[in-house]
């Protein structure tokens, strides 16, 4: 089994920056793909970013050019920085590891955190 815990959320303003965590603990030699997903109420959970084993990534429309995903093996952590946010991106932010390449092909991920919260007031 694995466990994905999320910290850095929080309130900011439009513009602003924040960069969340995601720690992996347990079995964590068994994940390939990590991600960050995001659910904003009302709304369907969509991917973020992903990123795989090798360092490739890949990020949604929505935040490319403003969000970095990032993962240090060494220390079994999955980073989410966040830069120029707005208020749209007001969302319940949730890290996922998949054992193998489901996060890239749109599928359901083996394990998630249990989220973090991000909000940017106007």
């Known amino acids: 089994q694995v466990q994905l815990v999320e910290s850095g959320g929080g309130l900011v303003q439009a513009g602003g920056s924040l960069r969340l965590s995601c720690a992996a603990s347990g079995s964590i030699f068994s994940i390939n793909d990590m991600g960050w997903y995001r659910q904003a109420p009302g709304k369907q959970r969509e991917l973020v970013a992903f990123?795989?084993?090798?360092?490739?990534?890949n990020h949604a429309d929505s935040v490319k050019g403003r969000f970095t995903i990032s993962r240090d093996n060494a220390n079994n952590t999955v980073y989410l920085q966040m830069n120029s946010l707005k208020p749209e991106d007001t969302a319940v932010y949730y890290c996922a590891g998949d054992r193998g390449k489901r996060i890239r092909v749109g599928g359901r991920p083996d394990y998630w955190g249990q989220g973090t919260q991000v909000t940017v007031s106007s």
């Open positions: 990123i795989t084993n090798g360092g490739t990534t």
